[in-house]
């Protein structure tokens, strides 16, 4: 699907993703680290003959640059985990400062329009994870697309890229509180209640979910 200079390319296999996406993926890995892994794992599957339990698919936004050339805007992958289905994740190489209104609405438009003539299910769009003004833009032209409105505008879960570099590092002791103590060890089956208690404990803050208590 196009529009002008806007480009929106799905693939319904990980190996049919192009091999430029992949290495705009790769070239960005901090950025797509909840798209490249599974869509590496993805690739070995099928390499193997092996598919997925339940449709997955990658959604590639492209448009010309001041080239002329065609690039990669956005990523967007509807994948499966062992448990279940992944959230929508969103992926860009593109800095924040170039992510404006005028050049985000019009992509997301697209991407939603060709999301609209898959077999994909409404309900399977129940969470979008990305940077912030790829998920806002999205979630507010699919709900002009198909009625269904977000849950609340404040985000769910918000997190930060963030880094160090040699000349920022400064190292300190693992313990920085006295009433801590630290055993760097695998874990084992004997961990598994006080692990299932902080798991509980992170997924309990969201409103949205009922959690049963381990």
Same mark, same amino acid.
């Given at each position: 699907m196009?529009?002008?200079?806007?480009?929106?390319?799905i693939f319904d296999h990980a190996n049919a993703v @192009? !091999?430029?996406?992949?290495?705009?993926?790769?070239?960005?890995?901090? $950025?797509?680290?909840?798209?490249?892994?599974?869509l590496q794992k993805s690739r070995q599957?099928?390499?193997?003959?092996?598919? @997925? !339990?339940?449709?997955?698919?990658?959604?590639?936004?492209?448009?010309? $640059?001041s080239a002329g050339q065609m690039m990669v805007d956005f990523v967007l992958s509807i994948t499966e985990g062992n448990i279940d289905s992944y959230p929508l994740f969103f992926s860009t190489s593109?800095?924040?400062?170039?992510?404006t209104q005028d050049f985000v609405v019009p992509r997301m438009q697209e991407i939603v329009k060709a999301l609209a003539n898959t077999s994909i299910p409404v309900e399977r769009v129940y969470a979008v994870y990305g940077p912030d003004t790829l998920a806002k833009v999205f979630a507010k032209c699919w709900?002009?697309?198909t009625g269904v409105a977000n849950l609340s505008n404040a985000p769910y879960y918000a997190a930060k890229l963030s880094f160090c570099t040699r000349g920022s590092f400064r190292d300190r002791p693992v313990n920085i509180r006295g009433d801590f103590t630290f055993?760097?060890?695998?874990?084992?089956?004997?961990?598994?209640p006080q692990i299932a208690q902080c798991n509980y404990g992170f997924a309990a803050d969201g409103a949205s979910f009922h959690m049963i208590a381990p």
């Open positions: 196009s529009s002008n200079h806007i480009q929106v390319a @192009p !091999p430029h996406v992949l290495t705009a993926l790769e070239k960005n890995e901090p $950025n797509a680290n909840c798209i490249l892994p599974t599957l099928e390499s193997s003959g092996q598919r @997925p !339990p339940r449709r997955q698919m990658w959604v590639v936004c492209s448009s010309k $640059n593109l800095p924040v400062r170039q992510l709900t002009t697309a055993e760097i060890r695998p874990a084992n089956v004997n961990d598994i």
